[in-house]
């Protein structure tokens, strides 16, 4: 168990619906990642934020948003969902003095 | 762009033999780099990292090792399980707390019984 946390597991919605994801980070954790994993694609970097504010961005859909909450759990919204948004998106976090991440679960979404 | 490149998709490899990953990275400012394991269904789990400043870090049966002048790092798993069996993942850094981990593509690691 990594102690960070993700829901819904699964998710399988329509097109142009939009998806909340969650994620809680391990206890303490100031940093959380979200990543994209598409078949054949790897992990794909989305965004990152650091005590609340967005540090670093990568390619990331302007369909897509996200946030940290004071508490630290962060949420990803995909809206106009596409089929080609169907992926495992997984939710990282990382503390200070840590080299690595730990990395939830994930969810799948499945969009037809 | 692809920053982190590991061009092999996949790996078999009989028990108890050597496995050996590559991974070839492109941006100089990288200055930690990781392996990450992932069965299906599951979240990558961390393996083990290597800074910039050494050239290698072992721990059990996993050693990474680092070329800085070739931009290339490389897993060594000996003896290789059947249950190491699962796509690996090559990740670098730059120096910063908190700085973002970019991710290779992968490679699937079959280990034959």
């Known amino acids: 168990d990594s102690g960070v946390t993700q829901t819904p597991k699964h998710l399988i919605t329509a097109t142009g619906q939009r998806v909340t994801l969650r994620c809680s980070p391990r206890s303490g954790d100031l940093s959380v990642y979200w990543y994209q994993q598409s078949l054949d694609q790897g992990l794909q970097f989305l965004i990152q934020?650091?005590?609340?504010?967005?540090?670093a961005k990568g390619n990331i859909l302007e369909r897509f948003s996200a946030q940290q909450f004071p508490d630290l759990h962060s949420e990803l919204n995909l809206s106009s969902l596409e089929l080609g948004d169907s992926a495992l998106y997984f939710c990282?976090?990382?503390?200070?003095?840590?080299?690595?991440?730990?990395f939830g679960q994930g969810t799948r979404l499945t969009v037809v | 762009d692809q920053q982190v490149k590991q061009n092999s998709p996949s790996l078999s490899v009989q028990e108890g033999r050597i496995s050996i990953l590559n991974c070839d990275y492109t941006?100089?400012?990288?200055?930690?780099f990781l392996w990450y394991k992932k069965y299906p269904a599951e979240g990558p789990t961390f393996l083990i990292s290597?800074?910039?400043?050494?050239d290698k870090n072992e721990d059990g049966r996993f050693t990474v090792f680092l070329n800085k002048s070739a931009k290339h790092l490389s897993l060594h798993i000996v003896p290789s399980q059947p249950g190491d069996s699962a796509v690996y993942f090559c990740?670098?850094?730059?120096?910063?707390?908190?700085?973002?981990?970019?991710f290779g593509k992968g490679i699937t690691l079959s280990v034959r019984p």
């Open positions: 934020y650091y005590n609340g504010e967005e540090r």
């Open positions: 290597i800074s910039s400043i050494k």
């Open positions: 990282a976090s990382r503390g200070q003095g840590f080299t690595e991440a730990f």
């Open positions: 990740a670098a850094a730059p120096l910063g707390a908190n700085s973002k981990l970019t």
């Open positions: 941006n100089s400012m990288f200055d930690y």
